[in-house]
């Protein structure tokens, strides 16, 4: 495995719930409570879970734009989460953002080459003052964009080419480490596959290694090295792409799994739905225990007090991080990636046309008097044909009223 170069460890984030005249604090809404991971260089780790469960908190405390409550942020050994002045500001160098909507991440009255050589500001020292415009048209062509549109406004971009201008700003200082949250949630299925491309293509040229939070398991798994499922402030499966998908142990993520639709229709009605009873608990009051207790069909009373710890279990095969007490692998119909497969043979000489369109086109339709009609292109030719007579000479139609 390559080398670490980003660490969380008991990373924890509360923030206090102030009611009455003098905003006394009646309690904490666990956003983050206890997150562990590794980041190494060059891979893409791929977080997952539903609305609420601290996904965009933690991207946050990577880049210190949330200070943690507890815990430490670890870059190349350097503490971020201790960290301020100078040696803060070299430590955010190295780690940028791109965020989940790109129509209120770009500030509207600035221009595209302002926007993206704002941090040149910032940290001078990258590049110089008098070459920053060519730089910033560098990176205009390296994210797909024309480099003579530097001087216009955001509000004349489409969403994924605001959202490349938001990648072209993250990787302005050349930093280490991306957090991408929600990078592709607020783009259609076409300009999402666009940017998750380039994504690639700008990991593999420039190094990167990502931290990137979704809610779409296809587009995670597609990009993903290892993946981690978010359930409640707390890391509920870690493992690799193949191990999460595959061979999942935590019942929480087998839920996620099983709602995913499958693209092979001869595998619906086949796999097991498994639909989770109640609501998701508050953040602000979770469940004792394992906190997904409440909506667990696996659910003891040793779930009910004690807190499972994330660590490797069997999954079947191997093992890999699950934090349930009874984790065990479960059959999962996977939702694969078919964009370099190819089409099935018993397929391939299928016509799928109109069945009178393939017997105009073939000459066999033939009306009720076995005769066979007259083919589309042949109307028109008649349609727009010269009138002629008996004898073949161009005149006029003859009228039957005057042979009466």
């Known amino acids: 495995m390559p080398e670490v170069i980003l660490q969380a460890r008991d990373l924890v984030k509360h923030y206090p719930i102030r009611r009455g005249i003098l905003r006394t604090v009646q309690g904490h809404v666990k956003a983050v409570d206890g997150v562990n991971f590794d980041l190494h260089k060059g891979e893409t780790l791929g977080v997952v879970g539903e609305s609420g469960c601290g996904k965009s908190t933690l991207g946050r405390l990577l880049v210190r734009l949330e200070a943690p409550t507890s815990g430490t942020v670890e870059f190349e050994g350097a503490d971020m989460a201790n960290a301020s002045g100078k040696e803060l500001r070299a430590l955010r160098r190295n780690i940028q953002i791109v965020f989940q909507d790109p129509y209120t991440s770009l500030n509207p009255r600035m221009t595209v080459g302002d926007i993206i050589g704002e941090p040149f500001e910032i940290h001078p020292e990258v590049v110089p003052k008098g070459g920053r415009r060519k730089r910033v048209q560098e990176l205009l062509d390296l994210v797909g964009l024309n480099p003579e549109h530097i001087n216009r406004y955001p509000h004349q971009f489409s969403g994924g080419q605001r959202q490349r201008i938001g ?80 061979r999942p142990t935590h019942p929480y993520t087998q ?21 989770l009873q109640g609501d998701v608990p508050s953040p602000a009051n979770p469940p004792s225990g394992c906190r997904f207790h409440t909506r667990c069909w ?70 009720a008097d076995g005769l066979r009609p007259e083919t589309t292109t042949e109307a028109q030719a008649n349609l727009f044909a010269p009138i002629q007579d008996d004898e073949g000479h161009p005149g006029r139609v003859p009228d039957e009223r005057r042979d009466v």
Do not use: W
Request: glycine letters at 4%; charged letters at 25%.
């Open 255 to 275: 839920a996620l799994l099983s709602a995913v639709p499958v693209p092979d229709p001869t595998l619906r009605g086949k796999r097991q739905h498994i639909v």
């Open 298 to 367: 696996k659910a003891r009373e040793k779930c009910k007090t004690d807190v499972p710890e994330l660590i490797l279990r069997p999954d079947g095969v191997g093992e890999h991080f699950s934090a349930c007490h009874f984790a065990e692998p479960q059959v999962i119909v996977p939702t694969t990636d078919v964009s370099d497969v190819e089409p099935d043979e018993r397929f391939a000489e299928v016509d799928h046309r109109d069945p009178a369109t393939i017997a105009e086109a073939e000459g066999t339709l033939q009306d």
């Open 167 to 246: 990648i072209a700003r993250g990787i302005a200082l050349d930093p280490k480490v991306l957090i991408c949250d929600e990078p592709v949630s607020a783009l259609d299925v076409s300009v999402q596959a666009q940017v998750v491309n380039l994504m690639e293509k700008l990991q593999t040229e420039l190094g990167l290694a990502y931290v990137f939070i979704a809610h779409d398991l296809s587009v995670v798994r597609h990009i993903s090295d290892r993946v981690s499922v978010m359930y409640l402030g707390k890391m509920a499966e870690l493992g690799h792409e193949e191990e999460v998908y595959e």
